[in-house]
Nanobody, 124 residues
Framework: QVQLVESGGGLVQAGGSLRLSCAAS????????MGWFRQAPGKEREFVAA????????HISDSVKGRFTISRDNAKKTVYLQMNSLKPEDTAVYYC?????????????????WGQGTQVTVSS
């Protein structure tokens, strides 16, 4: 089992920045690709960004491309989501997810472990 804990969410004005972190613990010896998803009220959970085990491959949703960056530090067992130029439509609960594979995926159903989520609210 892998436990994921997100942090770094909060309230920010439009145009501002936040950096989310996701710390992994438990059985983390196996390689895991990581992803970030988000869910706004009344909407389905959607893909935001993903990164391979090595960090050499990333996928970014078109809705955040050019504004968000995903990275990871395997020594710290932590993945990050740097969010710049935030917009009110980025308001959502952001979830970290781990996939038992070295390859990143944009598909929600391919992830095996999920964090509890962290709220991001962007005011206009």
């Amino acid at each position: 089992q892998v436990q994921l804990v997100e942090s770094g969410g909060g309230l920010v004005q439009a145009g501002g920045s936040l950096r989310l972190s996701c710390a992994a613990s438990g059985r983390t010896l196996s390689p895991y690709a990581m992803g970030w998803f988000r869910q706004a009220p009344g909407k389905e959970r959607e893909f935001v960004a993903a990164i391979s085990w090595s960090g050499g491959t990333t996928h970014i949703s078109d809705s955040v491309k050019g504004r968000f960056t995903i990275s990871r530090d395997n020594a710290k067992k932590t993945v990050y989501l740097q969010m710049n130029s935030l917009k009110p439509e980025d308001t959502a609960v952001y979830y970290c997810a781990a996939r038992r594979s070295t390859y990143a995926s944009v598909a929600r159903e391919e992830y095996d472990y999920w964090g509890q989520g962290t709220q991001v609210t962007v005011s206009s």
